[in-house]
């Protein structure tokens, strides 16, 4: 079993390969992780994390969405596996969630962003060392490359900002998918709209903050919880830093 680190593309399965685009978007972010550990707090900072958000959050969704049931009926121990990562990703909606909620010079950032970066790490290595390899062992090429053009299709409709209370299972996750996307990229680009214009930076803003409430009532429908695990809930209307991103460590 080769971790992705060491493969090559061919060996992935080619460019359409689900490995293939996996490993290109864990590229691309250990790339962001560098750039956040050397940025200040204010606006660098909070365009590094803009783009982070942008690339994990749709990426771990159409995981979730598409990867990890195939894995589930594939793999004998798929279950745990996913669980894993569920959790995982689960821990990094929180910690954005708290990060949120936080002043760009308030002191508890720093704990939160270094464990942020440690488990955003945590994940790929799982996911490359351990996951995709064993996925790849039991699926062909051509399934590779199905499962490549069914994420990536997922991956462009899926929210960009962190949803803790929803279930990261279906049917919860599919029912919270379309309205989250749709309130989600509308507030991306109100924010991209604030950044260009001054004229424009206070309606914008307002808007912006009338999506995230809205965003918060479609969260916080029992529906969205259906087939959640109970080691990866949170009970919704809850913000607070975790206790394992204020020790530096999981719960």
Do not use: C, Y
């Not at 359409?16 to 940025?39: F, P």
């Not at 900072?45 to 195939?70: C, G, T």
């Not at 950032?109 to 942020?116: K, S, W």
């Not at 309606?203 to 995230?212: C, D, F, M, Q, T």
Request: proline content about 8%.
């Amino acid at each position: 079993m080769t971790s992705l680190a060491r493969q090559t593309q061919d060996q992935m399965g080619g460019r359409l390969s689900v490995l293939t685009r996996q490993k290109k978007d864990h590229v691309r972010l250990d790339r962001l992780l560098n750039e956040l550990a050397e940025a200040s707090p204010g606006p660098v900072e909070d365009r590094v994390l803009r783009e982070i958000a942008r690339l994990v959050f749709p990426h771990a969704f159409a995981e979730e969405s598409v990867l990890w049931p195939v894995m589930r009926r594939v793999l004998p121990d798929g279950e745990t596996l996913t669980l894993r990562v569920e959790q995982e990703h689960q821990e990094v909606n929180e910690l954005w969630t708290s990060l949120e909620a936080l002043a760009s010079d308030d002191p508890r950032r720093e704990p939160i962003l270094d464990r942020l970066t440690r488990v955003l790490q945590e994940d790929v290595r799982d996911e490359e060392d351990e996951l995709f390899p064993r996925l790849q062992e039991r699926v062909s090429e051509r399934q590779l490359q199905a499962l490549g053009i069914a994420w990536e299709i997922v991956r462009r409709i899926s929210p960009t900002r962190p949803h803790p209370v929803v279930a990261r299972r279906p049917p919860g996750n599919a029912l919270a998918a379309l309205p989250l996307t749709i309130t989600d990229r509308g507030r991306d680009n109100l924010d991209r709209l604030a950044q260009r214009s001054e004229r424009f930076r206070d309606p914008a803003e307002r808007a912006g903050a009338a999506l995230a409430r809205l965003a918060g009532r479609i969260e916080d429908l029992p529906l969205m919880r259906i087939g959640e695990r109970s080691s990866t809930s949170r009970p919704p209307g809850t913000t607070a830093p975790t206790t394992a991103a204020m020790n530096g460590g999981r719960a």
